[in-house]
């Protein structure tokens, strides 16, 4: 459109610079011609006076042709020849004027020009005619008249102006052409602009996929098409697991490269009429053309799960992302866009849930779960504006002295309407929504403030084991909070654990150890919780800078009749031991699991069996008995 513009634009251009080339070329022409007329006039003037003095006519205008090759004939009143450049033709009628212009001129003293006929010169000779006067000035009636062929003069003056007009010509020329070479240029370089334009507006830049506008045309388009045909279009909402931490770690020219192989991987696994779309982050959505069974759509599904999750080579270092995939299919799950994309997003959510690297279709039941999960989203947000919250201690016990030696700080939800809430519940939605690094927060706060609180009461220092939650230990601002926490309670570095997970050391393996580190530099200590249900390998966690590793209570509970957990039990406590770590055991409620445990060496025990977690006051009510009355618990 544009460029039609632009090239009309430059073909109106290269005409009007040429017709205005022969305009200028024309009115030079013209004035060339004027010139010559003037001159012409002047010239048969003087020999109208000329001979009218010498009373020589024919000598007079032989000399002039002889001297200036100007071909000069007189005339009578009657148009008879009295003198003429070609003698012989004196004493004969003009009669070379067509339209009788020197009779005319005769008879009112006007000049004239007019183009003389004749056999020598068919191209026609230019003719100047003025009056003769008797006396040669202008007195009276004329008595005959001098007619002068000024051709001679016009090709004079001509060839003067010759090399201005070919300069003039060639100028415009040269200029009209340019011009419209360069508009054509300039229309066709916008016309490729347009083109990237329209490119960026419908394509994501980094993969070169389509984009979310591109996929919503293409989507609408083929439902328009798919006219409610069982499983004409299928829509598998693709989204990477834990992108966040690869981006983190690696940092993002590392992302960018990633999302773009899989870009390419995803695309390898279409059939020609599949299409895929970048919808910004890591999410990415195919359009399934014409699968109308679960079974192609599963395998199409596990062929793309299987591309994404090969290993990657970025700065000489191999690492592997999965994804997880959700599936809503026409017409069942949605009959338009909206709806077939929330769906396929709920059911990619439940894929997540399930554990990841894996794909889920949609059903109705997740609907309901999700509607479910967006209110119990909605309350936890009151409860934090509300502050439904408070923490509980659950003691810890030192399986030699049978002592309370410590504490963990466990958080509660009381809420008016839901009552008490689960933190296996809560955390979860916590992490999700971000919410968990300025809870997380006020529970060490507080913690501290709780553990400075006993020591006032004129309790033995206890320690205080914190919990933290992944997203907490991204958070860029953790060490100087605890360092601020530290320095404003007053609390003993020593005195506080702080408890993360496996799968955080894992995750984030290079920054968790400077992190780590860093925390440790504080005084604090630093425990891995749960252990044994991550990936890691004991011979592992020599690379982290940890004092204490929890066993997860799923090896406890069955406990000490279950072989296998018992060989897992033993192996940890002496492994443990041997990297001089502090083994605690999570989850003892009965007495032979702690005599099984004491007998393996376990240092700490924690679990119902001792006690649950309690409000500060009993914490303080048990460690006061302690000291008092020297009661022992284990
Ligand atoms: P965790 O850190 O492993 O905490 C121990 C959990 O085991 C607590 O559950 C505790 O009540 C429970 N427990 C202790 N002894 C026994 C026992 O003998 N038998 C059984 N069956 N369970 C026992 P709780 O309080 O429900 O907390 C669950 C998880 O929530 C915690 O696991 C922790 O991961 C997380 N959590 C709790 N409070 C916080 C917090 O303030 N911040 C963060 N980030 N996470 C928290
Ligand atoms: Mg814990
Ligand atoms: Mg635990």
Redesign the pocket.
Known sequence: MVRRRIQAATLAAFVFMLVYTCSVIYVQLQSIERGAQTEARNLARAVAYGTALTGDPQGYVQGLDELYKRDIVIVDTRKKGLADADPDEVGMTYDHDSGNEVGLTILDGKARTFVEQNERHPEGLTQMVVPAFSQGMAVGAPTGAVILEYTGIRQELLDAALAHIYLVGVAGVLCALATIILGFQLGNAVKASAQKIHHLAFHDELTGLSNRAMFSTSLNEGLKGANGLPGAIAVLFIDLDRFKNINDTLGHAAGDLLLKEVAVRITSCLHSGDSVARLGGDEFVVIAHGRSDADSLSQLAKKVLAAVAQPFNTHGQEFRVTASIGIAVYPEDGEDEQMLMRNADIAMYQAKQDGKNGFAFYSAEMNQHSVERLAFESSFRHAVDRMYFH??Y?PKIDSRTGRIDGV????RWDDPDLGSV???KF?PVAEETGL?VPL?RW?LRSACEQQVAWVKQGLHPISMA????PR?FADEGLLEDVRSILATTGMAPGCLEL?ITESMLIQEAGRAVELLEALRGLGIRLAV??FGTGYSSLSNLKRFPVDTI?VD?SFIRELPDNSEDRAITEAIIAMGRSLSLNVVA????TREQATFLREHGCDQF????FS??VPAAEIYNLLEDQEVRGIKFG
């Open positions: 923490i509980h659950q963990e700080a466990l958080l689960s933190p296996v955390i968990i997380g529970v914190v919990n933290l939650s907490q408890e919780d749960d929890k209570r999570e989850g003892v409620e924690q679990g119902f069996y649950k977690a």
